[in-house]
């Protein structure tokens, strides 16, 4: 079966997106494991990391329950708008082919599908990704609203760990889930550019990244890391010969 050129570009398209896609995580990933101080999520990290510690310390328990409850609407938010988006687009993706534009056709590229009906799954697959990272940090954030009022003797007693390190690694898990269902969303973008154009979806895409890069993922060194990082490489730099 012969393929018609706007079929050849989409899929080109869609590779390159994948592949790009793959190679900029893999880049960050690398990155943070050598320079750790360019992260943004490394340094929020710590900051989380003290935060819970200086609530424990002070006993702030209150205050903390109503920060985390913030968070807890922030999240049913979120995971209330993705199931919405989730209905509509299942509406044209999964609704009855004759009366919905989604099942023009069914003799192409895309395994029996359209094209246009695979960006619609492509995008209900990432808003339904989406929504089950913003569920699972709900799910952790009632957990750690109950935690943090617990003793800190009882919870070194019960998880055998300190009481510090658990609610932090926990607050951070809550943050992982949340990043992950924010990028979901993010990716959307291009995906809903698609439809016009794979031009324009490439371009969206690169969009995407630069924010990633210029917003999002990396921060500057403060000039104690950037003294920390160069002492540490001169250290096992070699000397001359």
Do not use: C
Not at 33 to 44: I, T
Not at 116 to 122: C, F, I, P
Not at 132 to 157: C, I, K
């Amino acid at each position: 079966m012969a393929l018609s050129l706007p079929e050849v570009i989409d899929g080109i398209a869609f590779v390159l997106f994948l592949a790009l896609s793959l190679g900029y995580h893999v880049f960050y990933i690398v990155l943070v494991r050598r320079n750790p101080s360019w992260s943004a999520r490394v340094r929020m990290a710590r900051h989380r990391l003290d935060w819970i510690e200086a609530v424990v310390k002070r006993g702030e328990r209150i205050m903390a329950v109503q920060a985390l409850r913030n968070l807890i609407m922030t999240n049913t938010f979120l995971a209330s708008t993705m199931l919405l988006v989730i209905a509509f687009l299942a509406q044209f993706v999964i609704g009855p082919s004759q009366t919905t534009a989604f099942h023009r056709g069914t003799d192409s590229l895309w395994y029996g599908g359209t094209p246009v009906e695979v960006k619609g799954v492509l995008l209900l697959l990432l808003y339904t990704l989406a929504f089950m990272m913003f569920l699972t940090s709900l799910r952790t954030l009632n957990h750690l609203s109950l935690l943090v009022g617990n003793e800190p003797d009882q919870l070194r007693a019960t998880e055998e760990r300190d009481p510090i390190l658990f609610l932090g690694r926990k607050l951070n898990h809550v943050e992982l889930m949340t990043t992950y269902g924010r990028r979901s969303v993010y990716y959307s973008l291009p995906v809903f550019a698609w439809f016009y154009s794979p031009w324009l979806f490439m371009v969206v895409a690169i969009g995407v990244w630069v924010f990633f890069i210029l917003i999002t993922d990396f921060v500057r060194p403060s000039s104690r890391e950037a003294a920390t990082a160069s002492a540490g490489s001169s250290s096992v730099a070699p000397g001359p010969k």
